[in-house]
Structures are given as C-alpha cells and as structure tokens.
Nanobody, 124 residues
Framework: QVRLVESGGGLVQAGDSLRLSCAAS????????MGWFRRAPGEGREFVGV????????NYADSVKGRFTISRDNAKSTIYLQMVNPKAEDTAVYYC?????????????????WGRGTRVTVSS
C-alpha cells in the first residue's frame, strides 16, 4: 500500500513558476514509476508526465513539454513537478500517482495508487 499526498498548489501568475510536491508513504517507493496527471474544470483527467524508478528518465505530454519538469528524491520518498511559465490553460487539480511497473506508463488505468490532488490556478 502506498499513500500519496500532494502539496504546493495555489494561485500563480502566468509566466511565473510553481513547484508541486508529492510525498509518498508505504513500502518500496523506489519500485514505483511515478506520474502526474491533472483535471481541468469540466474536463477529464489527463496525463502530464511520468518519471522512472531512478528519476533519470521521464516523458511528458506535448502540452507541457519544455515547461514542466518532474524530479524525484527517493531518499525522501517525494516527487516534484516544477512548472515554469505556466499558462491559464494549466489551471487544474494536479494528482500524483504510483504504478508498480518498470515501464513509463501514460494511461491512468495502469496506475495503482493516487493522491487526492492539489489545485493550481494560473491567472493571466
């Protein structure tokens, strides 16, 4: 069992930066691929990015590529989502998720554990 708690959301101006955190508790955090997803108002949940066990590999949705970066600190059982130059369309509730696999998976159905989300509002 893995428990995930996101933090760091809030109101940010377009063009500023924001860092989200996701703290994990439970066993074997290093064995989980970790992803970020988001749900904009009135929309379904969409993939944002994913990082490997070690943090040395990652993939991102085209909409955030070059602006968002995922990192992880396995010693702290925490992953991060650094958001640079956010746009109004990045406004959403952001969720982290854990998948017990070695593959960088994009589909939410392949993730085993989810946090409750943290809200990000980007004002223009």
């Amino acid at each position: 069992q893995v428990r995930l708690v996101e933090s760091g959301g809030g109101l940010v101006q377009a063009g500023d930066s924001l860092r989200l955190s996701c703290a994990a508790s439970g066993r074997n955090f290093n064995n989980y691929v970790m992803g970020w997803f988001r749900r904009a108002p009135g929309e379904g949940r969409e993939f944002v990015g994913v990082t490997s066990w070690s943090g040395d590999a990652a993939n991102y949705a085209d909409s955030v590529k070059g602006r968002f970066t995922i990192s992880r600190d396995n010693a702290k059982s925490t992953i991060y989502l650094q958001m640079v130059n956010p746009k109004a369309e990045d406004t959403a509730v952001y969720y982290c998720a854990a998948a017990e696999t070695s593959v960088l998976v994009f589909s939410e159905s392949l993730y085993d554990y989810w946090g409750r989300g943290t809200r990000v509002t980007v004002s223009s």
